[in-house]
Nanobody, 116 residues
Framework: VQLQASGGGLVQAGGSLRLTCAVS????????LGWFRQAPGEQRSFVAG???????HYTPSVEGRFTFSRDDAKNTIHLQMDSLRPEDTAVYYCSLVDYASGNDYWGQGTEVTVSS
């Protein structure tokens, strides 16, 4: 399984970025997809994702500003990030969790920097 994240960059506060993660190489029947982030000196934390039942979830600090979406035809997921804040600065990772096996898979990360 491979996950390839892209779309990060440098943006001013209040700006927008759209992250994309391309997923390939596996077939799963019960899985979740999500975005995580890790700021310097901090642990990796959940940002947004979708469960196997189709429900989407967001960490409270991004509710109303970030939007998770998926394109099954292209095997991609996206994270639309609006109204960005300096505290959103981090490396963003996409992840797939196979609920059946308990295995998780990670992309390489894409860096987002929000200047004040």
């Amino acid at each position: 399984v491979q996950l390839q994240a892209s779309g990060g960059g440098l943006v001013q506060a209040g700006g927008s970025l759209r992250l994309t993660c391309a997923v390939s190489g596996g077939t799963f029947s019960d899985y979740g997809l999500g975005w995580f982030r890790q700021a310097p000196g901090e642990q990796r934390s959940f940002v947004a994702g979708i469960s196997s039942d189709g429900s989407t979830h967001y960490t409270p600090s991004v509710e109303g500003r970030f939007t998770f979406s998926r394109d099954d035809a292209k095997n991609t997921i996206h994270l639309q990030m609006d109204s960005l804040r300096p505290e959103d600065t981090a490396v963003y990772y996409c992840s797939l969790v196979d609920y059946a096996s308990g295995n998780d898979y990670w992309g390489q990360g894409t860096e987002v920097t929000v200047s004040s």
